[in-house]
């Protein structure tokens, strides 16, 4: 069993989670992901890793209430406790003195890109930030992303803070008059897809995190396949992170829509569907 020693909501969607877990925060490492069930007959939810604690023993997971575990997963509080969590698991986030990089985290994907910002900018690097959200009242950890960055730019859709634009209209700039190393980009499949299209014109190596559908997160039930430069891959064990300029995003979007117009069905009937056990991870 594990405490949830700390709930903050960042907005009406999001939730962060402090969560007791010494033997996974021991282990844990930016890139990293683990999965979590509420209670035994509960859906598997794979969460990248946002943040954790070594001294304290804890991990913390930030996740949007988008389907029924998710939004059962927001109901718990402080001083409750969650069945399992399971992890780290998947590849960590290779981190290296590369020299110039741009961090890119767009709504919820803003979590997990904080540990990669953070240990690319202890390692060395230069760090520039964007952060991305539709609208202010959704932004979260401005001032986190701006301790662990040389430099941060904020974007909203709707220009009620920041910049009016999507992340790709500052990183476009950027590349357009500086020498960049990598760019790292975690968020929804279709900004990765933008971000990828951007960076590949300039010939600059892009990360990026999967949000594919997971069931068992070891490599044993196929659910992660994604498609990386023509061949499969399983984000769970291959990944999270992939070469972006190699990931089929198209494919990777049909299979996530496919699971989120099933999640709106289910969403809407009354009774409660017991024996799913899938989830997308969320970030
Ligand atoms: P969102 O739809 O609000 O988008 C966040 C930001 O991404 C936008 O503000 C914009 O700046 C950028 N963006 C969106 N579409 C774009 C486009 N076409 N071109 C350029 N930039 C674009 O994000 P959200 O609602 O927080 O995201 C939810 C989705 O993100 C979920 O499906 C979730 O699974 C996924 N997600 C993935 C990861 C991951 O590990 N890859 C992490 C967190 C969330
Ligand atoms: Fe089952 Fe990856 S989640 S193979």
Known sequence: MFNILKKEEL????????????????????????????HEQGERVPLTIADFDRDRGTITAVFQKVGRATHHLGTLNEGDFITDV???LGNHSHIANFGRVVCVGGGVGIAPVYPVA???????????????????????????????????????????????????????????????????????????????????????KTIVSLNSIMIDGTGMCGGCRVEIGG????????????????????????????????????????RVCGGKNYGIKDN
């Open 11 to 38: 907005s009406d969607q999001i939730t962060l989670f402090e969560i007791g877990a010494r033997d996974i925060a021991k282990k844990a490492k930016p890139g990293n992901f683990f999965i979590l069930r509420t």
């Open 86 to 88: 399971v992890g780290p």
């Open 118 to 204: 953070k240990a690319l900018s202890e390692a060395g690097n230069n760090v520039t930030s964007i952060i991305g959200a539709r609208s202010k009242s959704i932004l979260f950890w401005e001032e986190k992303m701006r301790n662990v960055s040389d430099e941060l730019i904020i974007t909203t859709d709707d220009g009620s803070y920041g910049t009016k634009a999507v992340v790709t209209a500052p990183l476009e700039d950027i590349l357009l008059n500086e020498k960049i190393d990598l760019v790292i980009a975690i968020g929804p499949a279709v900004m990765m897809k933008f971000v990828c299209k951007t960076t590949e014109k300039y010939g600059v």
């Open 231 to 270: 061949e499969i891959k399983y984000t769970c064990v291959d990944g999270p992170e992939f070469n972006g300029h190699e990931v089929d995003f198209d494919l990777l979007m049909n299979r996530l829509q496919g699971y989120i117009d099933e999640e709106r069905i289910a969403m809407k009937q009354v």
